[in-house]
């Protein structure tokens, strides 16, 4: 009788072993790792939208010194711009536009040919017409205030920002959210106001016309950011550089349009006054451009003006 009852035991132990170890001889099919794939990419595009990030911060908060040390100074000790306001605005645009399109080209002629789209292009061609007079605006409020006075006055984006994508986007902030905005626009003013010293006003104030220039500026600033947010996202389907074509357009054709009335650009001749700090100038306008753009395509417009 030990014979059959060890028979038994021995048929019951396979029963239950073979679902255990067929696993371990099934044959391999490529998505036993899958899920350990899609964490490592997920890991990975969250450490490339923080390096994004952290590369805007440090090209905003340059940007305005550049701007600041290409100023000369004359013989009164007031500072200006010795070089056309615009130039520098009107040159990033056409090493854009052509930078981008080149990259379109190597992606192949259809996609050279999307840029060409209407819908996209009467959507982005009206932004980067308000994007221009924004440029504008910096150009002439820099000319005006020092770099410290500009950045304290740029603190209000982050709530304007806020407001502006609850009316357009319907994206509402919590309590907490909108305390912390507040905070971190007050503890901005504080910080550079602590920092600025009597040098960066130049003396003798700050002009109103400046501070109102900046404030025109975060408008169309924080404007702008909300309704790229909004519509690069609703056209993700086309690459970045594509819609940068189409944003630069017509923001080219505004600031080109501005030139011929600043009574400088032209008249003066147009590399009048540029020397190498003013290269940096066109340099940092074309790395703070590309860069936001990708920045609004990735994120959002709250954390571009966080930035």
């Known amino acids: 009788w030990l014979k059959p009852l060890g028979f038994r035991l021995f048929q019951g132990l396979l029963l239950v ?36 990030f952290v590369f805007f911060v440090f090209t905003r ?3 305005p010194t550049i701007i600041d040390a290409s100023k000369s100074v004359n013989e009164d000790g007031k500072k200006y711009f010795a070089y056309g306001k615009m130039t520098v605005v009107l040159g990033e645009t056409v090493i854009t536009i052509i930078v981008a399109q080149l990259m379109a080209l190597a992606a192949g002629m259809p996609m050279w040919r999307s840029i060409w789209a209407p819908k ?14 924004g440029d504008y605006l910096e150009m002439a409020s820099m000319g005006a205030l020092g770099g410290a006075a500009y950045q304290i006055l740029l603190q209000s984006k982050l709530v304007v920002t806020a407001l502006m994508m609850w009316g357009i986007k319907g994206t509402k902030q919590t309590p907490l959210q909108w305390n912390i905005l507040f905070l971190v626009m007050l503890s901005m003013c504080v910080y550079m106001i602590g920092t600025s010293g009597d040098s960066s006003s130049g003396g003798g104030g700050i002009p109103i016309m400046g501070v109102f220039n900046v404030l025109m500026k975060v408008s169309v600033s924080c404007l702008c950011a909300v309704l790229s947010d909004k519509y690069m996202k609703d056209f993700k389907s086309e690459p970045i550089y594509v819609q940068l074509v189409q944003f630069k357009c017509a923001w080219f054709v505004t600031i080109l349009a501005l030139t011929f009335v600043d009574g400088q650009t032209w008249q003066n001749g147009f590399f009048t006054g540029w020397n190498k700090v003013t290269v940096g100038v066109l340099t940092s306008f074309t790395v703070k451009g590309w860069s936001t753009l990708y920045l609004l395509a990735i994120l959002d417009s709250v954390l571009k003006n966080i930035g």
């Open 120 to 133: 996209p292009m009467k959507v982005f061609s009206m932004i980067g017409f308000v994007y221009a007079v």
């Open 61 to 63: 908060a340059i940007h």
């Open 17 to 52: 072993a073979v679902p255990l170890l067929r696993p371990m001889f099934a044959k391999y099919t490529g998505k036993e790792f899958e899920g350990l794939k899609n964490q490592a990419a997920g890991s990975a595009g969250t450490l490339a939208k923080i390096g994004l």
